[in-house]
């Protein structure tokens, strides 16, 4: 992913005050149909990256990479990427991890990889845009570390109780909850559920992708 957002073909961000005929509201104070507002679109991805922790140490390690370019230089974010012509977000997801961080699906280091059930919503003012971003989960080995293209300037490993130190949006911290509450547990009934894809040794779930 390039940038945090694209802004081909956006409308203006803002209005003059008075430069429209207002539609009148219907008696219920809700209109049928929207006249005006942001933009929503959902053509970006996260996949947020685990790894246990190793030995007998209780716990888990997220992935957090640097970004180079503005407009999010200089912080701290998961692997993103804007879905292209004819991918689902899947396909999205998959091709970010190879680009970004040279993790491949046919890689025995990527064990699991989930869709979070929650998405990531969030504003972005400069283009009038509300984005729906879906969010995915990969767990890899304890002894893998990513190679980064030129997106990225430098990553780390955060244990979970330091994630929030980092990670700066709301969204990436629900992210990470949930995935300390659904995934980390060896215990969750919710790993089956949201597993898509199956690492060597590990079955596809029913309806999922194989590596």
């Given amino acids: 992913m390039q940038s945090s957002f694209r802004a081909e073909n956006s409308e203006p961000a803002s209005r003059v005050a008075g430069s429209e005929t207002r539609v009148p509201l219907p008696d219920n104070g809700y209109r049928m149909s929207p006249t005006a507002g942001a933009v929503v679109r959902s053509d970006i991805v996260d996949v947020y990256i685990f790894r246990r922790r190793r030995g007998n140490t209780p716990g888990i390690e997220f992935l957090q990479l640097l970004r180079t370019a503005e407009p999010m230089g200089g912080t701290w974010h998961p692997v993103m990427g804007h879905i292209e012509a004819g991918e689902t977000a899947i396909d999205c997801a998959v091709r970010e991890l190879q680009e970004e961080v040279g993790l491949v699906r046919s890689d025995p280091s990527l064990l699991r990889m989930f869709a979070l059930e929650q998405v990531h919503p969030y504003f972005i003012p400069q283009i009038n845009t509300i984005v729906l971003s879906p969010r995915f989960a990969a767990e890899v080995t ?44 060896p215990s969750s009934q919710s790993q089956a559920r949201l597993s898509l894809i199956a690492g060597k040794g590990l079955p596809a779930p029913p309806g999922g992708l194989t590596a």
């Fill in 142 to 185: 304890p002894d893998w570390n990513p190679t980064l293209n030129d997106e990225h300037s430098a990553f780390q490993w955060t244990v979970e109780s330091e994630v929030y130190r980092h990670f700066m949006w709301p969204g990436q911290m629900a992210a990470c909850k949930e995935i300390i509450d659904l995934l980390a547990l």
